[in-house]
């Protein structure tokens, strides 16, 4: 499926591109600087999408269905229209000819059933919380109490909340064509050969429960126009592909369209998105003529910001006695909710070429159902299929030890791949570059004190304590840096995943950098103003990145999949070689010497042997002036370049989890938790630390506290923050972290992706641990979250 890239060519490219030329104590990458950007988020002292304040700017405020699925009789917005500050309402069937429907981009077979998805729903509603009518009023409070007078008669339909039942001929309907959006399968090797007369067979059943992403900062949107041209400053992750999606919805030309993603606090994928506000916000203004604004409340965006996760995994492995993997099925639910959103489709495919993790067999298979349900549709979520594949492997894994009676951790080196067979082709056809599970593996081992906590565990089972001592493994590795282009077409994805950058030399000797990224809290200022120092010699304060504004950064794919760094930090890099390369004819020319003669150290062009030299600075302001530039070479020295590797990067890493489980209450406590993760070169060892907490927080999250839970008439119950379990810093342990440095052969700069990497590892390392705490009870499973009340009904 993919090409490795020859490691020595690659080195050589590093070298080249000067990251590996300078003096160590010099180089910005690697140095753990603190945020340039944290100043003013930490403070406020920013622009937030709800901080837009325009001349004569109006609100808005949606009345949203009561109901998982109902028939709409009628919509009164009479008496809505004379409340006090009202300036226009509207109801789906107000707007039915011109809202459009909110696009899907991943087709992902030729089966696929892909239904209208109107902004605000014309005559059924399918989820709670969709829109069915919306007010506009001077002020946001006056068009909130006018959504009580807004008269819906709603005829109820029942709902369909069971992925099995849904796909029997008995079920309600959410849509006519049935209650099936696609299947999706593949197979490697002979699977039927690999389950004959298998020594060993474990057959288990996952349940991945729906979640409900938690941004810092709640959605928000505002729109304006001039009658000609229109804005939108949206919390988005995707400002680029957000534009030319609206632009397809709404019919809005794309070059009159601009789309500003302001500072935007947080997304984990609920921002990948093109939601039904973003369409109305701009539907409102086209009509009226005025700016407008929408910023949810945390309730509304529970309902309504995408879910994440929701499937049933049935997995099934063969094995020889030894424990040695013969092979792997998989059969997969994936509840799509009521609308296939941008990437719903795709989210579970993601997760197709990882359930393997980092084992190696002879065969696998994967069959995958999407299913429409009357909830809110789901759609990427922090890892995007990763996290539910590891989850579902690292879990059997457990299973076979148990099976074997052997050590979880040897039963793992009894099957992965070793450090010397990589590039490795894995049975899902993905070419895992570079690892070393060995050396991640020993570290964490020897922080966590493995043998001992082993020691302690057997004596409580053999005092019989009330608190057991469970241990939890989880050695992960996953695909990110979602980018080939020619791969994401082979999947039917509708783009590509390229990534663009902008490097100027401003005549003072500052460098402007315009990458097509587009950060929500993960240090892009600071990572590419590190890369950007190295490779131009120029002082990191004198160095600005500028993002997310599609009238200022022209061209680029946005952040998500853990992709921004390598991707877009190659992108930058990149044209960092052509403004260096430019600058190099200039100073050939300054200097009348050939630009083979030029050796470029530390931001100075020098001629070898000699002691004349030019700096970059002097460069940049010689080819402003422009009065003397040699043939062919163009004034300023500034350089766009796109980067689009032939390979996904796969960071790894081991992740061990002391957990105990007291087994009269069910109370689960972490007592210990060491992460060892290799994401390549590290470009700032602050942010990769940060980014691993975070992801560490919300993998344990989804493990002990997190679920989206409905009533049997299909009404979400987990709406506010007192019913949704977010875990304090109070509720997380002290976390154990370090790294290994295995550089990624894909791309020059050797990185991998980090984002992702805590939240796909840390929950079946958790649930690992309560399951071991509790096997001499003979649990051999407790579907997430594990509250105290689940664990103490699987011990009974």
């Not at 819906?152 to 049935?178: C, I, N, R």
């Not at 390392?765 to 705490?773: E, L, Q, S």
Request: proline share 6%; with cysteine; glycine share 8%.
């Amino acid at each position: 499926m993919t090409e490795e890239l020859d490691a020595g060519l690659v080195a050589q490219q590093i070298a080249e591109s000067g990251q590996v030329s300078e003096p160590e104590g010099k180089r910005e990458v690697g140095k753990a600087r603190r945020r340039k950007e944290d100043s003013r988020l930490l403070t406020g002292r920013t622009t937030w999408t709800d901080n837009i304040q325009l001349p004569g700017l109006l609100h808005v405020a949606f009345k949203r269905s009561p109901m998982a699925h109902a028939r709409i009789a009628g919509v009164d917005v009479s008496a809505a229209r004379d409340m006090p500050g009202v300036v226009a309402v509207f109801s789906g069937q107000d707007v039915a000819d011109e809202q459009g429907s909110l696009p899907c981009a991943w087709p992902v077979s030729d089966d696929i059933v892909i239904p209208d998805h109107p902004p605000m729903a014309v005559s059924e509603v399918r989820y709670p919380g969709e829109a069915v009518a919306c007010v506009v009023a001077t002020d946001r409070y006056l068009a909130a109490d006018a959504l009580d007078a807004i008269d819906v008669d709603y005829e109820p339909l029942p709902p369909v909340l069971d992925m099995t039942e849904a796909l029997t001929e008995a079920s309600p309907k959410v849509h006519e064509s049935g209650n099936r959006a696609f299947t999706w399968n593949f197979a490697q090797g002979d699977i039927e050969a690999a389950f004959r007369d298998a020594p060993v067979l474990i057959d288990r059943t996952y349940v991945q429960q729906r979640l409900i992403p938690t941004a810092m900062e709640p959605r928000a949107v505002t729109a304006t126009t001039d009658g000609e041209s229109f804005t939108l400053w949206s919390s988005t992750q995707i400002p680029h592909v957000l534009r030319v999606m609206l632009a397809l919805t709404t019919g809005i030309p794309e070059h009159r369209l601009r789309v500003i993603a302001p500072d935007v606090g947080g997304g984990f994928g609920s921002k990948l998105q093109v939601t039904a506000e973003e369409v109305l916000c701009l539907l409102l203004t086209r009509r009226l003529g005025k700016p407008v604004k929408w910023t949810e409340s945390r309730s509304e965006g529970n309902l309504t910001v995408h879910h994440g996760r929701d499937q049933i995994q049935h997995i099934a492995l063969a094995a020889e006695a030894d424990g040695r993997i013969r092979g792997l099925k998989v059969e997969l639910l994936a509840d799509m909710g009521a609308y296939l959103m941008l990437v719903t489709p795709g989210v579970p495919l993601l997760g197709a070429f990882m359930f393997n993790g980092i084992y190696k067999m002879d065969a696998y298979s994967f069959d995958c159902t999407g299913v429409f349900t009357t909830k809110m549709p789901t759609d990427a979520y922090r890892g995007a299929g990763r996290p539910e594949a590891t989850y579902a492997i690292e879990r059997v894994m457990d299973e076979l030890a148990a099976e074997l009676n052997l050590d979880p951790i040897e039963v793992r080196r009894r099957n992965w791949i070793r450090h010397e067979e990589f590039p490795y082709t894995t049975v899902a056809g993905l070419t895992y570059d570079s690892g070393n599970y060995e050396a991640a593996t020993e570290k964490a081992l020897s922080l966590f004190g493995y043998d001992k906590l082993r020691a302690e565990q057997s004596d409580r089972r053999d005092r019989g304590e009330p608190v057991q001592l469970g241990i939890g493994v989880s050695t992960y590795t996953e695909m990110c840096g979602l980018a080939p282009s020619r791969v994401l077409g082979s999947l039917s994805y509708g783009a590509g995943g390229w990534e663009h950058g902008s490097v100027r030399m401003l005549p003072t000797g500052k460098v402007e950098v315009v990458t097509g990224t587009s950060p929500h809290g993960q240090g892009h200022e600071t990572a590419w103003s590190q890369i950007v120092a190295d490779a131009l010699g120029v002082p990191f304060d004198d160095i600005a990145v500028v993002h997310g504004d599609t009238a200022i950064s022209h061209k680029g794919m946005d952040t998500y999949g853990s992709r921004s760094l390598v991707v877009g930090g190659m992108a930058v890099l990149q044209a960092c070689e052509k403004v260096k390369e430019k600058a190099r004819k200039l100073a050939a020319h300054m200097l009348e010497c050939s630009p083979d003669d030029l050796e470029f150290v530390e931001g100075t062009f020098r001629v070898k042997g000699t002691g004349s030299s030019k700096t970059i600075q002097e460069l940049a302001l010689a080819a402003f002036a422009a009065h003397d530039l040699p043939e062919g070479v163009e004034p300023r020295l500034d350089a766009d370049a796109t980067f689009d590797p032939e390979n996904f990067s796969f960071p790894h890493g081991t992740h061990l989890c002391a957990i105990e489980v007291d087994t009269e209450t069910g109370m689960a406590r972490i007592r210990k938790y060491v992460a060892v993760d290799d994401v390549g070169h590290v470009v700032n060892p602050l942010i990769v630390e940060g980014q691993v907490h975070g992801g560490l927080a919300q993998g344990i999250a989804q493990a002990l506290y997190e679920e989206a839970v409905h009533d049997a008439e299909g009404n979400l119950l987990t709406t506010t923050m007192a019913d949704y379990l977010l875990p304090s810093a109070a509720d997380l342990p002290d976390f154990v972290t370090d790294r290994t440095e295995t550089p990624a052969t894909s791309n020059p700069l050797g990185v991998k992706g980090v984002g992702e990497a805590g939240t796909i590892a840390s929950t079946p390392a958790v649930v690992n641990a309560i399951v071991d705490a509790l096997r001499p009870h003979g649990v051999h499973d407790i579907q997430m979250p594990c509250t105290p009340e689940r664990i103490w009904r699987a011990i009974r």
